[in-house]
């Protein structure tokens, strides 16, 4: 059946991609500029007999999504920056338990409340060390409305795959802005769904990694008892210190990571065989910078642009390959520290030039602010 | 100006919260895509639902759109003063700027073209209908898209006697150009 094209928000898109992707359970609490995910969620929700919580806060939210996840459901939230903070505790039981569940980090500009309608890409570092201690996760970028879908659908199936809290870092402008998109049909995307137990409940015990690196969930509340809790623990489940469970322990955690790494980085180039020059963009920056490099060609420069779709773990390979072509890098961000750029420049170190294009200002960057800057 | 062979208008639609601006220009970006076009349509607003200046800005092309926002408007709508005052210069280089001579202060230039949307919108029986004989004018003026396919969603939108005040307004837009 042809499917309806309609103009889509990203935001909307968000939540049509959840439900395709098998989420039943969606607890929030509402903020700007997140807060149309979770309002689609409360009309969405119900009529695919989903569950739907407005919660007291932002703790509140992402401890019922760690305890619905657990409970069997797809799981997830959506926030933006100031609610995002508040979750980083709870978002580290989720990792230590290997908690299947993703959230929306919708990024708007500024510390603290900061400018709330604006929107911001500075979040990078918080998506990956916001939490204390050795952890990793998986957060991936969308650029279009297409993506909000596709995205959404992917971060579930890494959760899934993986175990792991997976983030959806998008931006205000990504997520507010609608497009022409034609939602696929069902089981037009493929959908993953976690591994069950294959042993008996007695057998049973949660952190057991499979040779994938990784250990089949069961179903708080099923005759699998099972015991997850933010403690160091065994693979049992059971809390233990011991300097061999505690090595085990971290290495389980970053290692599937590093196991499953060339599945989990996702990026897309654009005409990067002959260039000059290389444009990093992620999120709302990538249609700025593949116009830019469209004009920029009109003008003899050869550019082009490599869309890093999963910022975490960072798609180091992918950028070294392409940097070694190339005269110069420039990276394009909606921040001040260049947060990206760093981890370019360790990749990349001073064999090439690298230019950091950085806008902080509330406002888009725009192919125009490229241009000027190449 | 553009030439014949562009196929992208760009759209501003700019005015307070709470005037239906983003209605507009998502009623603007359905009818494109009924005509098989792409489309992009952004919001740029603040904190507050209504008051200050919020602008709707929609894209509609042949080609992929790879740049949300709007560089180089190719019609204008303001429903202020604000609005008004940060695009009027445009007229100069050819862009036209309508405006509502109801709510915004009458201005003389190039390519200003003034209506009272609002008071023909009163008159025919609801305020709310001031976005749609507004946007009647900006499509009859730059032919973006066809007028019957914003009837269309029109359509789809509204029923009964509504839906034949909004009918009724945007040919009374489209007669503002076209008479």
């Keep these: ?374 | 100006m553009k030439d014949d062979s562009d196929s992208t208008y760009e759209v501003v639609l700019a005015g307070s919260g709470g005037q239906g601006l983003v209605s507009s220009g998502i009623m603007l970006g359905e009818a494109a895509i009924l005509e098989g076009k792409n489309v992009t349509q952004t919001t740029s607003y603040g904190i507050f639902q209504r008051g200050g200046l919020s602008i709707a800005e929609v894209i509609i092309s042949d080609e992929e759109i790879l740049y949300q926002r709007v560089q180089d408007p190719d019609i204008v709508l303001a429903l202020n003063d604000d609005g008004m005052n940060l695009y009027a210069s445009l007229g100069e280089k050819g862009i036209p700027i309508f405006y509502d001579t109801t709510l915004v202060q009458k201005q003389e230039g190039e390519n200003l073209y003034g209506y009272p949307f609002t008071e023909m919108a009163n008159k025919l029986g609801h305020s709310g209908m001031a976005n749609v004989i507004a946007l009647g004018a900006v499509v009859a003026k730059n032919r973006m898209i066809r007028v019957e396919s914003l009837e269309a969603i029109l359509g789809r939108r509204f029923t009964g006697k509504m839906l034949e005040m909004t009918i009724k307004a945007l040919y009374k837009g489209v007669a503002l150009v076209t008479e």
């Excluded at chain 1, 508040?86 to 900061?114: F, H, K, T, W, Y």
């Excluded at chain 1, 469209?294 to 992918?318: C, H, M, Y």
């Design chain 1, 1 to 374: 059946m042809k499917q309806e094209v309609r103009l889509i928000q990203g935001n909307e898109a968000i939540a049509e991609g959840a439900i395709y992707a098998g989420s039943r359970f969606y607890a929030g609490y509402p903020i700007t500029p997140s807060s149309e995910i979770m309002s689609e969620c409360a009309k969405i929700m119900p009529k695919v007999g989903g569950i739907f919580i407005q919660m007291e806060d932002e703790i509140g939210s992402i401890a019922a999504v760690v305890g619905a996840a657990l409970a069997g459901a797809k799981a997830f939230t959506a926030t933006s920056g100031p609610g995002f903070s508040l979750m980083q505790e709870n978002l580290g039981v989720a990792i230590a338990g290997e908690v299947p569940c993703v959230v929306v980090d919708v990024q708007r500009c500024g510390p603290s409340s900061g400018a709330a309608t604006k929107p911001g890409q500075a979040d990078v570092m918080q998506i990956r060390w916001g939490r204390h201690g050795d952890q990793s996760i998986i957060a991936l970028c969308p650029s279009t409305v297409a993506e909000c879908f596709l995205l959404t659908i992917q971060a579930f199936n890494f959760a899934e795959k993986f175990r792991t809290p997976v983030i959806l870092a998008t931006d205000e402008v990504v997520a507010h802005e609608r497009q022409n998109f034609a939602i696929p049909a069902p089981g037009d995307i493929p959908v993953v769904n976690r591994k069950p137990p294959t042993v008996s409940p007695e057998k049973y015990r949660p952190f057991d990694a499979e040779e994938d690196g990784i250990a089949p969930l069961a179903v708080y509340g099923s005759e699998y008892v099972f015991h997850i809790s933010s403690s160091m623990s065994g693979p049992d489940g059971v809390t233990n210190s011991k300097p061999d469970n505690i090595q085990w322990k971290v290495d389980q955690l970053n290692r599937k990571f590093e196991i499953h790494r060339n599945e989990i980085v996702l990026t897309k180039s654009y005409d990067t065989d002959d260039m000059d020059v290389l444009l990093i963009a992620y999120g709302a920056t990538t249609g700025a910078s593949r116009a830019a490099a469209l004009e920029a060609r009109k003008n003899g420069i050869k550019a082009g642009v490599l869309q890093l779709v999963t910022i975490w773990p960072f798609p180091d390979k992918e950028v070294e390959m392409l940097a070694k072509r190339v005269k110069s890098v420039m990276v394009v961000e909606m921040n001040y520290a260049g947060q990206v750029a760093g981890e370019v420049q360790k990749v990349i170190g001073s064999h090439v030039e690298l230019k950091r294009f950085n806008k902080y200002n509330g406002q888009n960057i725009s192919p125009r602010d490229i241009l000027a800057a190449l």
